[in-house]
């Protein structure tokens, strides 16, 4: 790779990274404030958008091994900017949409196939390729927290524009929003310029894409990480997806949902530095395991009663803090694992995993609600899932001494894997 030319600047690469997460992640959390107008302009079922939203999900999760390994080959700004093209796209033909099909290539195929290019995974190997390893989790941990901020504008904006002149007009003040990807996503690119660490080239995953696929495959840790994940993606999409909708059926105020959007994306900053720094102390898998245990029991919790307003606050609050702190744990802990080099393909292995619960969380949930007009299964399942994933990642981890552990008694990793 050319590291020729000007002089890179480690911190200018990482405000641009995350501006750039924080617009494609804060754009794509909002998608689920215009279900109840669409459903209501186009005749849609609830289940025919959530579908959209769902292969929204798969489509990245499937792509985003793709795009890394492209990532490996060709270098990130390609695919940041091939990113960029696409959201922008995809909103297009979203705002612009009459019927399910069009729903689905705009929000659902595009903009997940976007994301593949621009989201937390992308994101996050930029970052890591931008700092050491002493620093990387902490680092990782902000670049998380500020991605999570696009949500504060995006949420209130796409509300407020739908309020007043219609959600395609919504989508359309988003679209403008997404625009700011281009120059985001270009000055990021400089991370190319920054060359692999020299331990990189005796790791054995850095001989080619298949054969870091391989190693990534018969590691016992990776595998239960990458099956948690699945339980993280399906409940947090649930929740991102339906809450709206659930809040609007509850009879609650319009303004109650963005505002609890708004929260989630608040205190997921405060969450992703308290994960980012936690993970450079403690282990990266037993922190993964724990968020997924008391976020499912935050979940029975507010569930489990009809909701108020300072309930959902509170609710969305506490989700928020748990929200995306898995980032840079899983990242981190890939990283470690398996170094810089295939580390955008790897993660997306895992990420993948996500998706695809995603896809069952968002789609499930309103599979769930048109056939019994309710969402108590819905809820059921995921707390008793995330419990499960949360218990078995944390003991296997214990009782593996997994990777992701950097205690000065038990060394994380051979050093031949570490950066």
């Known amino acids: 790779m050319d590291n020729s030319g000007p002089n890179y600047r480690p911190i200018t690469i990482l405000i641009a990274t995350g501006l750039m997460l924080s617009i494609s992640m804060g754009i794509r959390q909002v998608f ?21 939203i769902s292969i929204q999900n798969l489509a990245w999760g499937i792509l985003q091994p793709f795009s890394g390994a492209l990532v490996g080959r060709f270098g990130f700004r390609p695919i940041l900017l091939a990113g960029a093209a696409l959201y922008v796209a995809g909103l297009g033909i979203l705002s612009a949409a009459n019927g399910t099909a069009s729903v689905m290539l705009g929000a659902g195929v595009l903009v997940g196939a976007s ?54 007009a919504g989508v359309l003040a988003v679209l403008a929003l997404a625009s700011l990807l281009f120059p985001a996503a270009w000055v990021a690119g400089r991370v190319d310029r920054i060359p692999l660490p020299d331990t990189a080239s005796r790791n054995r995953a850095d001989k ?27 409940q947090l999409l649930f929740i991102a997806t339906h809450l709206p909708s659930y809040l609007a059926l509850c009879g609650m105020d319009p303004m109650l949902a963005p505002e609890a959007l708004s929260c989630v994306a608040l205190f997921n900053v405060a969450g992703s530095l308290f994960f980012g720094w936690a993970g450079s102390r403690w282990s990266k898998l037993v922190l993964l ?88 299964l819905a809820w059921h399942v995921g707390v008793g899932l995330g419990l499960t994933a949360g218990s078995v990642q944390i003991a296997t981890a214990l009782i593996r001494r997994n990777p992701g552990a950097p205690t000065k008694l038990i060394p994380a990793f051979p050093a031949h894997c570490r950066e």
């Not at 302009?41 to 959530?50: E, F, I, N, P």
């Open 32 to 52: 689920g404030l215009f279900v109840q107008p669409m459903v209501k302009d186009l005749g849609l079922t609830l289940s025919d958008l959530t579908l959209a």
């Open 115 to 168: 994301l593949a290019c621009t989201g937390s995974a992308i994101s996050q190997a930029v970052a890591s390729r931008a700092t050491s390893g002493p620093r990387r989790s902490i680092v990782l941990g902000l670049i998380v927290g500020v991605g999570s901020l696009g949500a504060l504008a995006a949420a209130p904006l796409g509300q407020s524009v739908t309020n007043v002149y219609g959600w395609r």
């Open 208 to 234: 080619s894409a298949l054969a870091a696929m391989r190693l990534a495959l018969h590691r016992p840790a990776f595998l239960v990480m990458t099956t948690a994940y699945f339980v993280c993606g399906m």
């Open 289 to 376: 395991g724990s968020i997924y245990v008391v976020r499912s029991l935050v979940i029975a919790w507010y569930f489990a009663a009809f909701p108020t307003p300072a309930s959902t606050l509170i609710f969305a609050s506490a989700m928020g803090f748990l929200w995306l702190g898995v980032g840079p744990l899983v990242s981190g802990a890939v990283a470690e694992m398996f170094g810089l080099r295939w580390q955008a393909m790897i993660q997306g292995i895992a990420f993948m995993s996500h998706q695809l619960g995603s896809f069952a969380g968002a789609f499930g949930g309103g599979l769930v609600f048109d056939i019994w007009g309710r969402y108590d």
